[in-house]
């Protein structure tokens, strides 16, 4: 039987949990498959098995389901890892996770019927809101669209998309006028995986290509509301802790774990040029050299800097839910701002690497242009854009921060 009163405190030594030891065991098992995460633009098959028995396909999901129900920072931490060793893994574990703990939110039955053949089933698709169009019909809808980033499409079992919903060729309005956007849970089979749509500078093997329905029935059960953040009132009926945070403490550190854990990975890999490496026309190692040491020392200090700020905001929302309380407009908006100054520092910091790593960084084999590239992708996701600075500003001003921050 388990001990309610610990589950509703988080683990003292995080790096300690099974399945975190399990994400720092797998590194060098990524490692492995580097050219094929490359040249394929997915994960491969031996790697996505890897994945799913170490349990990181069912991390977030409940345990009366099979799942690992880990905390929060346990999550953040084994995405961290699997980053280090590619960020397109990171990143693909890091999503599904976020498009599981959506789908929570659908009625009792869209639930069992996506997770019958197990917790670690995979989702896909993009939980940001339009990209589809609706027609009520009797017991669902009909659906047409097409979604940008399906991460994961090549590997998962259903797709999740954003519609709006029309009736009859006027779309429909909510009572303040705006249009009504739903969710929605798609079965793969049903969706096209459009070819060529993801060519990129980096972050490649995520596969994240654009997908399309074709006036598909999607029925009740597996649609919910959009309510502007990707979690829903609903996924509370979930006991524990973690199903009673807000968002914010999920949504933003996730991918903030992905460019922290890439970050990790182009500092370390500075340090191990720096002792081979003797630069043309010097006679010490690279290593030796002031200015370098300079920039590794700052380098692990901006990256423990921001890791540190986005423990502590996770750590204080979960200690506050645990107690039975609610949690403060404040204490949301750090959780964004921590994750964006992760994100942030972690820029800073691989940039600083890149620099000093000299014509070696450029070489589309080194490791340094590897992480640069990924940890600058992975920069652009809207989650980490600098607009939550303002936001937290105007919620700290005692200003309304807008309906992202609510």
Not at 179 to 196: K, L, N, T
């Amino acid at each position: 039987m388990r001990n309610i009163a610990e589950e509703t405190r988080l683990p003292p030594d995080i790096d300690a949990q099974p399945v975190v030891r399990a994400a720092a065991a797998l590194r060098s098992v990524i490692r492995g498959h580097h050219a094929e995460l490359e040249r394929e633009q997915r994960l491969p098959k031996a790697l996505v098995e890897a994945l799913h028995s170490a349990g990181f396909y069912k991390l977030v999901m409940p345990r009366e389901l099979g799942g690992l129900q880990a905390d929060p920072l346990t999550y953040v931490r084994v995405v961290e890892l699997l980053a280090e060793g590619a960020g397109s893994v990171g990143w693909n574990v890091a999503n599904n996770s976020i498009g599981q703990l959506i789908t929570l939110g659908l009625p009792d039955e869209g639930v069992h019927e996506i997770y019958t053949h197990g917790a670690d089933t995979v989702i896909a698709g993009t939980a940001v809101m339009g990209g589809g169009r609706a027609v009520p019909v009797e017991g669902g809808y009909r659906v047409t669209g097409r979604w940008p980033f399906g991460t994961g499409c090549q590997e998962s079992s259903w797709m999740l998309g954003s519609f709006q919903i029309f009736d009859g060729v006027e779309p429909r309005r909510s009572p303040d006028g705006s249009s009504v956007f739903w969710r929605g849970v798609f079965a793969r089979s049903e969706a096209q995986i459009v070819e060529g749509s993801w060519d990129v500078s980096g972050m490649r093997a995520t596969g994240s290509f654009d997908w399309t329905v074709d006036d598909v029935f999607l029925p009740e059960r597996r649609t919910m509301v959009h309510a502007g953040v990707p979690l829903d009132n609903q996924w509370k009926r979930w006991p524990g802790v973690s199903y009673a945070l807000p968002a914010q403490a999920w949504v933003g550190p996730h991918h903030s774990a992905v460019i922290t854990g890439i970050a990790r990975a182009g500092i370390n890999a500075l340090i191990e040029l720096a002792g081979e490496k003797t630069p043309r026309g010097r006679t010490a190692r690279l290593c030796e050299s002031p200015q370098v040491q300079d920039a590794v020392g700052r380098a692990d200090t901006m990256l423990h800097a921001g890791r540190a700020y986005r423990s502590a905001t996770i750590t204080e929302v979960w200690n506050t839910v645990a107690a039975g309380e609610e949690t403060t407009l404040d204490q949301r908006a750090r959780c964004r701002l921590a994750a964006v100054y992760a994100s942030e520092s972690a820029r800073q910091a691989m940039d600083l690497m890149y620099q000093h790593g000299g014509s070696t960084s450029y070489r589309c084999e080194s490791r340094l242009a590897e992480c640069w590239r990924d940890l600058h992708v992975v920069g652009q996701a809207v989650t980490l854009a600098p607009e939550w600075y303002p936001m937290g500003g105007r919620v700290f001003l005692k200003m309304d921060p807008g309906p992202r921050l609510r």
